[in-house]
């Protein structure tokens, strides 16, 4: 029989209980970084309701690595306290604990979509300066009248605090206990700047070649797998394409070129997402499953596991991608929003016997 949506799957010495995975999503409810029961209702609803993964937003591993001000982060002793209540709850629902760590890079210093989602130039109240692999602003179009957050290019001493940010930050999640670690390289944020020829103008060893190019990604998984526990999962997140077709861009034949590279510096799994590096990207039609084809080809690629995403709700969907050996997870986000109950929905309609909370037997489906 073919592995389901709904048989356990293992990575070094965890296992999940199921194949579904809750997709990181920024709530924009923090404040200074801080978890709170909001983020408490979030991901422990998602632990209740059956996923076998919980992972948390994209959790800043400095200040200046927020996307918004409103962004969660670990970048301090007090931060990993006042989300490790929710580690163990999510913990006690029987889900795997996943934190994914990220640094948002030129694309930082913006208000939450709530409030426009324009950049915050450094000289506003609560803007500052952002890093990158260049010095060129991230263009916003939402900028209001045309004013950008600065942004500065990271200088060797810079780099090696960004890696060694990545890996406190991984010390503080593992100490709270985290079960899965994933670093945050896809979507346009700091990694994915250096990945991509489009924002990668460098000259020295983090730029230019891509060798030089993936640098840095490499470095920081293996910060992070040296400090995380042998017998638990790093994964990482990627944008498999650009999307910008017409130009000197990152694609998906450089994803799985890629993929083995992290392997070797210790990451389990390729979250496999897209796009993101630049405002001029032209999606490609957001139908069912439209991002799958980017993991499928990694797997096939590689033999290295992947996690699939985009635009995945309906269960049987999500089960024939991990029966036909399309993906070795499948990550919802959008959809356990609007249900975060999903994974108990699905397993009745796929006919699994999964257990539920003892709080909602009397809900359970006959």
Not at 292 to 302: L, S
Not at 336 to 342: E, G
Request: a negative charge.
């Amino acid at each position: 029989m073919p592995d389901s949506l709904f048989t356990p799957f293992t990575l070094r010495d965890t296992e999940f209980r199921n194949r579904v995975m809750l997709s990181p999503m920024c709530q924009y409810s923090a404040d200074d970084g801080f978890a709170n029961d909001w983020h408490r209702v979030h991901l422990g609803s998602r632990a209740a309701g059956g996923a076998g993964v919980v992972m948390t937003e994209a959790t800043a591993v400095e200040p200046r690595g927020r996307i918004t001000p409103n962004c969660l982060g670990i970048w301090s002793d007090e931060h990993a306290e006042a989300i490790e209540p929710i580690v163990d709850f999510v913990k006690s629902q029987g889900a795997t604990a996943g934190i994914q760590l990220a640094h948002a890079g030129r694309k930082a210093s913006h208000r939450p979509p709530a409030e426009g989602g324009d950049p915050i130039p450094e000289d506003r109240e609560r803007g500052w300066e952002t890093v990158s692999a260049t010095d060129a602003p991230y263009p916003d179009p939402d900028a209001d009248d045309g004013e950008l957050a600065s942004t500065r290019r990271l200088d060797g001493e810079g780099i090696d605090e960004v890696i060694d940010a990545f890996a406190a930050a991984a010390e503080r999640s593992r100490e709270i206990g985290f079960e899965v670690a994933e670093v945050h390289a896809a979507h346009g944020y700091l990694l994915h700047q250096f990945l991509s020829p489009v924002t990668n103008d460098r000259d020295d060893e983090y730029g230019g070649s891509y060798e030089n190019r993936t640098r840095l990604l490499r470095e920081v998984v293996e910060a992070v797998r040296e400090v995380w526990p042998d017998d638990e999962p790093v994964f990482v997140r990627i944008s498999a394409t650009d999307w910008l077709p017409d130009r000197d861009s990152w694609d998906v034949d450089d994803s799985v070129r890629l993929a083995p590279l992290l392997a070797e510096a210790g990451a389990d799994l390729i979250d496999v997402s897209g796009g993101g590096i630049h405002p001029d990207q032209r999606l490609p039609g957001a139908g069912p499953g439209y991002q799958v084809p980017y993991a499928e080809a990694i797997r096939e690629g590689t033999d290295v596991p992947v996690a699939a995403v985009g635009g995945i709700t309906e269960p049987t969907h999500a089960d024939a991608l991990v029966r036909n050996g399309r993906a070795d997870l499948v990550a919802l986000g959008r959809e356990m929003l609007r249900h975060p109950y999903w994974p108990l929905e699905a397993a009745h309609e796929l006919g699994a016997d999964v257990e539920w909370p003892v709080q909602y037997r009397r809900g359970r489906f006959d």
